[in-house]
Every structure is written in C-alpha cells, then in structure tokens.
C-alpha cells in the first residue's frame, strides 16, 4: 500500500509538472504568437514614422552640416587663393588676372553666403572645385606650350 501511495503521489506531482508546464506554454504562444489588440497589430506592421527629433538635436545635426559645408567653402576658398597665384599676366584693363579671378571669387562666395539650402551648397561647391581644376589644368597647358615655344626659338639660331 505504501508503494502505491509512493507510485501516486509521484504520478500526481509529474503530471501537476506537466500541467504547469503546459499552462506556460500555453500562456508563452498566446502572448507571443498574436497582437492582444489592433494597435499592436499595426505596431508590428506598419511602417513607423521616424522618431522626431527634439529641438536641441535638430539643431545640432544642423550645425553639424553646415559646419562641414562651412569646411568645404573655407577650403575651396583657400584652393581658389593658391590657384590664382599662377595667373599673373595683365587683362586688356591691365589689371592682373590674379586679382580680377580673386574679386569675382570673393562676390561669388559672398552672394552665397547666406543659402542654407543643402543641395544647392553642395552644387556650388562641387561647381567650384571643378571650376577651379578646369582653370589650373588650362594654365598648366599654356605653361607647357609656352616651355615648348621658348625651347624651339632657343634651339634655333
């Protein structure tokens, strides 16, 4: 008799094991298998609007960009001062390239001075820097025809 107490009470608590078991698993697919409600539901599905960002942090991703858009100009600036240091033949005024190139680099940066417009930033500046390339490979090319020039009359007596 007390064997089969034992075997009894040992049957009662795996099987009262594997009722809580069940329950909790039960419980576990119901909770994760579907929404409880509708809002849940397009939480899940819906695409989300991205988290709107306080004013502080606005204002910083802002300051961020036109900080780099601030580097970018100084930069092009300077590349535009350096470049016009090899422009030093007079134009038809007899004013030197250098300082007429100069002038106009200065009004061009001062009318843009205050675009915020960060697509328009960009072109300008991509503009510009192509502007400036294009100009120093042109003098570059003239200087070599010149060299080529003054190396033929010398050769020739």
Sequence with gaps: ??????????????MNH??????????????HHGP?????????????????????ENERLTRQRLTSSRREA???????????RFFMWPN???ILWRDVLRENARKEFEEARFERDPEVITRLLIGGHDAVQAALDKVVEKQKQEIEKQRRNSNTP
């Excluded at 008799?1 to 040992?10: E, G, H, L, W």
């Excluded at 594997?18 to 909770?31: A, E, G, I, P, V």
């Design 36 to 56: 409880d409600t509708v809002e849940e539901l397009l939480d899940r599905h819906v695409v989300k609007k991205e988290k709107s960002l306080d004013d502080d």
């Design 74 to 84: 100084l930069s092009l600036y300077r590349d535009i001062l350096r470049g016009t």
């Design 18 to 31: 594997c009722l809580k078991s069940r329950l909790l698993l039960h419980h576990y697919r119901l909770l």
């Design 92 to 94: 038809s005024q007899g």
């Design 1 to 14: 008799m007390a064997a089969n107490v034992q075997k009894f009470r040992t049957l009662s608590i795996s």
